[in-house]
């Protein structure tokens, strides 16, 4: 099955700067790539998305790159508030289980003032 | 996700005992989930379902069953024979499947 890999575990950056989160992907089937923010206790909620036809995507202080050939992707946050600071999980899937998500174990974000 | 009514929110239960999780969703998707996550985890698929009266085992089926008797409904039962079910479960579903996938709110299951 689908294996998501994702790094760092941890990170901590300044108000302002900008965090960098990491994932691999085992299965070339894989074509749906969201990314939730999960805050203590609650439910993850969808930032962003993207699929295997588009290789980046932009929301605001929000991006995500896809590399299809190396099976990574990426979560970029620019200009890091404090509200930022949460865990973030990437995700994979493909129809081979149902277009059930396949998470990476997660990264917390601390964005300290 | 107002639309994913996960009970109860917490729930104790003692050993040797099934108890039941309800996941109700009235926003007509197809398909539905439930995940398992332990603290400091990711999120661990157990079982899901893509059409009425019909699912599939996750990464971690064992000691737990579910029914899709209803579209809107996908109850989680943790058997006994779970031997280690303190964590927190969370229900999903989507349209269709390959589309947005939303989350209920969660439930804290606890053995004592």
């Known amino acids: 099955g689908e294996n998501v890999e994702q790094h760092p575990s941890t990170l901590s950056v300044q108000e302002g700067d900008s965090a960098v989160i990491k994932c691999t992907y085992s299965d070339s089937a894989s074509n749906y790539f969201p990314w939730y923010k999960q805050e203590l206790g609650k439910r993850p909620q969808l930032i962003i998305d993207?699929?295997?036809?588009?290789g980046e995507k932009k929301d605001q202080r929000i991006a995500v790159t896809l590399n299809k050939t190396a099976k990574h992707f990426s979560l970029h946050i620019t200009e890091t508030q404090p509200e930022d600071s949460a865990v973030y999980f990437c995700a994979a899937s493909n129809s081979n289980s149902g277009y059930a998500l396949n998470f990476g174990k997660g990264t917390s974000l601390l964005v300290t003032p | 996700d107002g639309g994913i009514t996960q009970s109860p929110k917490y729930l104790f239960r003692k050993e040797g005992q099934n108890v039941t999780l309800s996941c109700e969703q009235n926003l007509n998707h197809d398909a539905m989930y439930w995940y398992r996550q332990d603290p400091g985890q990711g999120l661990r698929l157990i079982y899901y379902?893509?059409?009425?009266?019909?699912?599939q085992k996750g990464d971690i089926a064992e000691g737990y069953s579910v029914s899709r008797e209803k579209k809107e409904s996908f109850p989680l039962t943790v058997t006994s024979a779970q031997k280690n079910p303190t964590a927190f479960y969370l229900c999903a579903s989507t349209i269709r499947s390959g589309n947005t996938i939303y989350f209920g709110e969660g439930s804290w299951l606890t053995v004592v």
């Open positions: 993207i699929r295997s036809n588009v």
């Open positions: 379902s893509q059409i009425v009266n019909d699912f």
